[in-house]
């Protein structure tokens, strides 16, 4: 009877804990969002105290506190209103990244859907040692890869670009690549990154022999095995696959910060460190439209991405 | 005849998944690979011009240079810190999360979002959590202690710690919970009958079988560990306090000031480092994991 009690103590007491815990781990996220609700002025009282200071021209007017608030008193969406509408540089930025990111996802995940099928089909020697050379790549940080991608890049001359929209009328959409040629630097190394090939070769090694067997007996080549088997048994993989990816690029700093001279096609990532004192009112409505992307896909995919996550465990298998 | 057919239709087939890889081996090579031999050659001269070989001459300057020594410490001493602290607690995080309590699937998803929150969009509330006068500090006077300015003080190490615990834990914790879900049901059973108590399950048979996902959830968080440059570049800028500057900083200042000599001699002894490290820790796996892998 007492061992029944103090085990539900425990439990109550691990529960109290864990939901702290959890708190803990939305709370900027939530704070982020309450306050891009707040007017500029509310903004500029609690937390200009911190930017006067960064400029080294400390405002007297000024509280010297540094006051973080979880509720505005005022609820607007003026910032928003100035984000979205009044002032295009953040949404150029936001365009930029998105530039960057949605080429990089799709075609990383298109190539990786190949190379995985060749890496997964009748594996042999050569292929296994291939395919631990792109696992000892994948662990190779930022630190060591960026200084070869420099030298290409260098090389060939795409470290200072900038965009020539060549297409004009009706064909004016399809300017859209030459905006992402002028953003090769970045793009064409990242999408020979070898992590999703990594995570999408170990689903594919899960596809039964029997299925294929059955597929080739039906007269189906190579490439119907890959569209028709492989491809839908991979499905949600690709989709989990996908968001991890596309997390990353969205986040990323280092790539544009060394491969981007031309500081305009910064995506929103890197330039949200550069707010300046003026715009400080909007900096939380700039950082909560950012994380729409991101957080949508959580909310819609949380379960595939779970998934995706459980894949990438262990280096081998 | 029927034979020789197939031979040579499985001949084909096989060519075909060869030729799948080349793309993708093509821009690895052209990328990767080919420069990163451009790179080692570039570490062994002296200038890119005159080309001459001047053996381990630039490594030697480089184990002499302040900046490089100070950011390889502070980047050091993140990851001895944060990597080891990363595994356990988010161990702790699976475990907890195992045991039969409400809310789990809630929990779950408060734990991984940061992981789908851009650093970029929170950045502003961790300045304001650790300015000098910020929240942190307020909270620490109530208290009668001293405040301290974070960010600009030895203390700083402290702060991106939080950070890349915050960002981190989830992706573990839910490696980690797939991996206990598949722990074998029957030893457990079995474990139970013989009276063994929780505490000795979770040492010496949980442990054992989760000792791949160690080994990688440490080996992640090791690769993690070096991308803290964005959380310091965002909170900080180019040059932060002494004990921020990491790394990659080192890496990005070499890069403006385009010397290549020091850059390749910087990357080839990171990429050595990291080659040992990975191979020990996997070594390391293979004989604590032998008897548990089937």
Not at chain 2, 108 to 124: G, H, Y
Not at chain 2, 209 to 229: A, D, E, G, Q, R
Request: overall charge positive; hydrophobic content about 50%.
């Amino acid at each position: 009877m007492t061992v029944r009690k103090n085990n539900r103590m425990l439990n109550i007491v691990l529960t109290v804990f864990i939901a702290l815990a959890a708190l803990m781990f939305i709370l900027p996220t939530v704070l982020t969002i309450a306050n891009s609700f707040m007017t500029s002025n509310e903004i500029s009282a609690n937390y200009g105290a911190m930017f006067g200071n960064m400029n080294g021209d400390e405002k007297t007017f000024i509280s010297k506190d540094v006051n973080l608030k979880f509720i505005p008193d005022k609820v607007t969406i003026d910032q928003y209103r100035s984000v979205l509408i009044r002032n295009s540089d953040y949404l150029m930025k936001f365009w930029n990244s998105v530039l960057l990111t949605v080429p990089i996802t799709l075609i990383q995940l298109a190539l990786a859907v190949v190379t995985s099928y060749g890496f997964s089909r009748y594996p042999g020697k050569i292929k296994s040692i291939i395919f631990f050379a792109y696992i000892i790549l994948m662990l190779m940080p930022y630190q060591v890869t960026l200084v070869p991608n420099y030298l290409v890049a260098d090389k060939f001359g795409m470290l200072e670009t900038s965009e020539h929209l060549i297409f004009k009328g009706a064909a004016k959409p399809l300017n859209v690549f030459c905006m992402m040629w002028a953003r090769r630097a970045v793009i064409l190394p990242s999408i020979f990154s070898p992590f999703s090939i990594f995570l999408l070769t170990k689903v594919m090694r899960r596809v039964p022999v029997s299925y294929v067997e059955a597929a080739k007996l039906d007269g189906a080549g190579e490439f119907k095995i890959l569209t028709k088997i492989y491809l839908p048994m991979c499905k949600s993989a690709l989709v989990s696959i996908g968001m991890l990816v596309f997390i990353d690029y969205w986040n990323m700093v280092e790539q544009p910060l060394i491969l981007m001279k031309n500081t305009t096609m910064h995506p929103l990532s890197v330039f949200l460190s550069q707010i300046n004192t003026g715009d400080v009112g909007l900096a939380f409505a700039v950082g909560v439209v950012y994380m729409i992307p991101t957080i949508l896909m959580f909310l819609y995919g949380e379960d595939y991405l779970v998934e995706g996550i459980a894949y990438s465990g262990g280096i081998k298998g | 005849m029927k034979k020789s057919r197939n031979q040579c239709g499985r001949r084909r087939e096989k060519w075909f998944s060869n030729a799948c890889i080349i793309p993708s081996l093509i821009g690895v090579l052209v990328f990767f690979v080919i420069p990163f031999g451009i790179v080692v050659y570039y570490s062994t001269i002296n200038n890119p011009i005159v080309k001459e070989y001047v053996g381990l001459d630039n490594y030697k300057a480089i184990m002499k240079n302040d900046a490089f020594i100070s950011a390889s410490k502070n980047t050091a001493m993140f990851s001895l810190i944060a990597v080891p602290l990363a595994t356990i607690l988010s161990l702790g995080l699976a475990v907890l999360l195992e045991k039969n309590i409400p809310g789990k699937s809630i929990f779950r998803t408060f734990f991984l979002s940061p992981l789908m929150v851009p650093t970029a969009s929170v950045v502003l509330v961790w300045q304001v959590l650790f300015h000098k006068h910020g929240t942190v500090n307020q909270v620490i006077e109530m208290f009668g202690g001293n405040g301290i300015d974070w960010l600009k003080s030895s203390k700083g190490q402290v702060v991106i710690i939080l950070m890349f615990l915050w960002k981190n834990l989830g992706y573990n914790m839910i490696l980690f919970m797939s991996a206990l879900c598949s722990i074998p049901k029957d030893i457990m059973e079995v474990a139970d009958l013989e009276g063994a108590g929780s505490v000795y399950k979770f040492f010496h048979i949980k442990l054992r079988y989760l000792s791949p996902t160690i080994l990688f959830v440490f080996i992640l968080s090791l690769i993690n560990s070096f991308k803290i440059f964005r959380e310091v570049y965002l909170l900080t800028g180019n040059y932060p306090y002494d004990k921020l500057y990491m790394l990659q900083h080192f890496m990005n200042n070499t890069f403006q000031s385009l010397d290549y000599q020091k850059l390749s001699a910087a990357a080839v002894l990171f990429s050595l480092v990291m080659i040992v490290v990975i191979a020990v820790l996997l070594i390391a796996e293979s004989i604590f994991g032998k008897d548990v892998e089937n």
